[in-house]
């Protein structure tokens, strides 16, 4: 499965954002530094400024850039001239986004999506094709565009308001994989429920061929699948990186959030980027991680350029002092354990460089 992420195009149509063509330029390249397979970076039709980030884009990383389009010939011929690699047709499917968001029949759509395709296809650029609302519409429905537009790279599915989970993904896959051939199809997650890059490793375990994702679930409402869950639930749980660059993925993630000002999505708590999901000063964990650090945590950090911190104060016991003044080559008799322990509640927490620098300058009182 590859990657598309949508950071710069979901995190711009965030309430009260409104990012410089600056940003989503520095911020694009960034993000292609991990290597992901396509970076879609904003709807041309919009305005100027995401014509100028898609071209300066287009033309400086190794990602296949993508600009998203309606089915309008107006939509098609302003992401072809941006120069966009790969031009994403979205196109409403359910009969609740027929109805009620543009009016018209399922069978006029898929006329306009041909046409556009077709337009994307004459003027050198790789269609895909995205079926808003896609998990809420009946299967059938879905196995008709899928074999209609075989010819498409990509067909996404798009559970356009975060309305399903990871059981109901799966048995969607499962109903479609008779007649789809799964891999060349994408799938777009919201995180309404909670359960975006869930949904994502479903798909993943489903075969599905293309997912996307964004930068701390950056996205519309609760926002999309997080591209930093899934990379490192996909390596844990399966040894696989989606073609990511492990080393590099805490960093440029965090990167990114600085560029575009959004520091503030990723509170101290958040999966994988947070400043205190690698944190530990519980004194039973921090006496074991001392030994062995995968007794408490999922994953190092380090593979994936983050780190661990251990802190020592109030809450160290026995087990972790008398090791700490082992490591400081000091002999932990009980008398000693008891006199550290002591300092380290008065001067603690600390991290465990400090927690040793503590036990040398304190040798000849201990």
Do not use: W
Not at 134 to 150: I, M, S, Y
Not at 249 to 254: D, H, K, N, Q, V
Not at 310 to 326: D, R, V, W, Y
């Amino acid at each position: 499965m590859i990657l598309n992420d949508v950071t710069l195009r979901e995190g711009d149509q965030m309430p009260g954002r409104n990012y410089s063509v600056e940003q989503k330029v520095a911020a694009g390249k960034k993000l292609d530094e991990l290597g992901l397979a396509l970076i879609q970076p904003g709807f041309p039709i919009t305005g100027e400024k995401d014509r100028k980030v898609i071209r300066e884009l287009a033309t400086t990383t190794n990602a296949q850039i993508v600009a998203l389009a309606r089915a309008i010939r107006a939509d098609i011929e302003a992401a072809i001239e941006a120069d966009a690699d790969v031009v994403e047709v979205i196109i409403p499917i359910s009969d609740l986004q027929l109805e009620y968001s543009i009016g018209k029949p399922r069978n006029v759509i898929l006329e306009l999506a041909r046409e556009a395709i077709d337009l994307a296809t004459d003027h050198g650029a790789v269609p895909h094709l995205t079926l808003i609302d896609a998990f809420r519409t009946k299967p059938g429905h879905l196995k008709e565009v899928a074999t209609r537009f075989d010819d498409v790279a990509c067909v996404t599915l798009a559970d356009t308001v975060g309305a399903r989970t990871p059981s109901s993904v799966s048995d969607l896959l499962v109903t479609l994989s008779d007649d789809v051939n799964l891999s060349q199809l994408g799938v777009h997650f919201h995180d309404d429920m909670g359960v975006a890059t869930a949904n994502a490793l479903a798909a993943y375990e489903a075969g599905v061929g293309k997912v996307d994702v964004s930068v701390a679930s950056l996205g519309e409402r609760a926002g999309n699948s997080a591209l930093e869950e899934v990379v490192v639930s996909g390596v844990v749980e399966h040894d696989e990186p989606f073609g990511i660059a492990e080393d590099k993925l805490i960093p440029t993630c965090r990167s990114v959030l600085d560029i575009l000002d959004e520091t503030e999505a990723t509170g101290p708590r958040k999966a994988i980027l947070g400043s205190e999901v690698t944190e530990h000063e519980s004194g039973i964990h921090t006496a074991a991680m001392l030994h062995e650090p995968s007794v408490f945590e999922p994953f190092d950090p380090h593979i994936f350029g983050g780190s661990r911190e251990l802190l020592f104060g109030k809450g160290t016991g026995t087990a972790g002092a008398s090791t700490l003044l082992s490591r400081a080559g000091i002999e932990p008799t009980e008398q000693r354990v008891e006199k550290f322990l002591e300092l380290l509640a008065d001067e603690g927490p600390m991290n465990e460089d400090d927690a040793l620098a503590l036990a040398q300058s304190a040798r000849e009182n201990l």
